[in-house]
């Protein structure tokens, strides 16, 4: 349109620039990140606490996922116990097909298989509704009216993500072993017995503890990541739409890469 | 603030978005009490100078003054005080879609005062029977016609009856008889407040009746500005060019109402309210 807009000079600086490019923003990225991270630590403290808004951020990620999480979760165990059971047959050492599948359950399947399914189905959720309201202005609108978007609409779905993925991981954990205990002993017929005394013996308070710490940061990651994309989407339905897949699939990346910092700092392996 | 200075200055404010200059120094003086209409074509500039005089952009460089204190030096939280005073209505409405368009009409109202259920009950149903939507109340954003939308929206800045009101185009999109109802609004909050609006619009019957000032921006420049009747007959090409496409014949423009002039209105209110506003 004017003459600000000439075509830029390739030089060496521009080149250089597009070399690291990939780095810088990864950079810029986790600085977002912890701005908003750090922005929303601070109002979460500021009153005024807004009770129903929290609770229907709790609704939203938590109870409407139960559903969605215990069916995963059985599954997720009724497969395993399969596996299982056909892996370790081979050694004969079915009688520990119990007390392995509670094993990883509880360190690795019930947290990132929750916080991902939290991602895909809450996470978009809130990347979609933040990205709308700030592409009809209604961010703006809160602002004007002197409140705080980050205080009335980060904080309660962060807090809310925080709460409940634990929450739904123990229950997908719950769900996983009744799951493996119906294809086992109903369906492949181990011991009963034996099946629960070994989930007594191989599962340490440790082993659950893991999973509840895992599950607390990926719950703060993903719907912190949610947030940063709907937030700050731009350009209008299309930008809400590439706001929303970007929200899940960094969301889901960032479980992975978090699950695998959570675990070498948590396991005594060496 | 003394009643004689400006309440809303703009200071050679520029704005750029990346590489590009969207406004190239706009300077304005607003009188408290006074009405600002701007209008310029699309894309000039209007939205985004607008959002800066409620803080909602940064300048590049420039200041905003409002009652003498730079907007931009203000902490969050002074902004948010300073904030309760302004108004806004959205060029895109801007309702919250999750509530009814009564909880968004009370929300300025249950968010910044401590007024009863009962009293936000009447004020809001007042508000919205002004406007003429009170039969919406309970229906949500989705469910109304953009016109109807545009209304609820009008309502909500007015329930507080702020000191500074901006309408980005509030009546594009309502039929002509609407139309002068929310132009009778926005007189009735100057008369009874002593409000200081800024108003863009493309509707230039309602921009020579209401406007103690006309201001016309075109690519991020503002090329005339005065009383309307001044603007009108400005000789800048552009400007005429506007008008003429406009579809209304200068000459037939005139003021239907009769106006108290804005340095009265805005002694009186300073005489019964010395410090701002009563808080509601
Ligand atoms: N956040 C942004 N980033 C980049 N460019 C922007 C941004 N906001 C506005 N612009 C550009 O600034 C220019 C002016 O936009 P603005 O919305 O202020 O126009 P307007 O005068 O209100 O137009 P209309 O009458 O259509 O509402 C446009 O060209 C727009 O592309
Ligand atoms: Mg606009």
Not at chain 1, 216 to 237: D, E, K, N, P, T
Not at chain 2, 29 to 44: D, F, K, Q, Y
Not at chain 2, 81 to 101: E, H, N
Request: contains cysteine.
């Amino acid at each position: 349109m004017s003459d600000e807009e000439a075509p830029r000079e390739p030089s060496w600086k521009s080149l250089l620039r597009g070399v690291f490019a990939p780095a810088t923003d990864a950079l810029t990225e986790i600085g977002t990140l912890a701005d908003l991270a750090g922005r929303s630590l601070l109002w979460a403290f500021r009153p005024p606490y807004r009770g129903q808004v929290f609770l229907a951020q709790l609704e939203f990620v938590g109870v409407q996922s139960v559903f969605l999480v215990g069916l995963v979760g059985l599954f997720t165990g009724m497969v395993f116990a399969v596996q299982t059971v056909y892996g370790f047959r081979r050694f004969g050492a079915e009688n520990l097909v119990g007390g392995v599948v509670a094993l990883s359950l509880s360190r690795e399947m019930a947290p990132v298989l929750t916080a991902i399914m939290v991602a895909a189905r809450a996470g978009s959720g809130m990347a979609a509704e933040l990205g709308n309201m700030r592409s009809s202005e209604q961010i703006d609108a809160l602002e004007t009216m002197a409140v705080s978007p980050i205080q009335y609409l980060l904080v309660p779905r962060i807090v809310a993500g925080t709460v409940m993925v634990p929450v739904l991981a123990l229950l997908f954990f719950l769900v996983g072993v009744g799951g493996a205990w119906i294809v086992g002993v109903q369906g492949l017929a181990l011991d009963p017995g034996v099946f629960a005394d070994k989930i007594r013996t191989l599962l340490k308070p440790d082993d659950l503890l893991q999973g509840l710490i895992k599950a607390v940061v990926f719950g703060f990651a993903v719907s912190l990541i949610a947030c940063r994309h709907g937030f700050y989407a731009s350009g209008g339905a299309v930008g809400v739409g590439q706001a929303t897949t970007r929200a899940v699939v960094w969301a889901v990346v960032g479980v992975f890469v978090l699950d695998y910092a959570l675990t070498t700092v948590l396991t005594p392996v060496a | 603030m003394s009643p004689a200075a400006p309440h809303v200055v703009v200071d050679r404010l520029v704005k750029r978005y990346g590489e590009r200059t969207v406004l190239h120094g706009v300077d304005l003086t607003i009188n408290r009490a006074e009405t600002l209409v701007i209008i310029g074509g699309s894309g000039a500039g209007k939205s985004t100078l607008v959002r800066h005089l409620i803080a909602l952009e940064r300048p590049t460089s420039g200041r905003i003054l409002i009652g003498g204190t730079d907007i931009a030096s203000l902490s969050d939280v002074e902004l948010a005080v300073a904030r309760r005073r302004f108004g806004m209505v959205f060029q895109k409405y801007a309702l919250f879609d999750s509530m009814t368009c009564f909880e968004n009409v009370a929300f300025p109202l249950r968010e910044q005062t401590r007024l009863k259920e009962k009293e936000v009950r009447e004020r809001v149903l007042a508000k919205l029977r002004d406007l003429g939507v009170e039969h919406a109340a309970q229906l949500t954003p989705a469910q109304i016609s953009g016109g109807m939308a545009k209304r609820v929206g009008i309502a909500r800045a007015l329930v507080l009856e702020p000191e500074l009101l901006i309408y980005d185009e509030p009546t594009s999109g309502l039929d002509p008889v609407t139309s002068r109802t929310v132009d009778d609004l926005i007189e009735e909050m100057r008369e009874r407040f002593a409000v200081t609006s800024v108003i863009i619009t493309h509707d230039m019957v309602s921009a020579f009746d209401i406007a103690d000032q006309l201001a016309m921006l075109i690519k991020g420049r503002v090329v005339a500005q005065g009383p309307p009747g001044e603007v009108l007959t400005s000789a800048h090409e552009d400007v005429q060019r506007f008008i003429r496409s406009s579809g209304v014949e200068a000459s037939r423009l005139e003021k239907r109402r009769r106006r108290t002039p804005a340095a009265e209105l805005a002694a009186r209110f300073a005489a019964e309210a010395p410090v701002g506003h009563p808080p509601p």
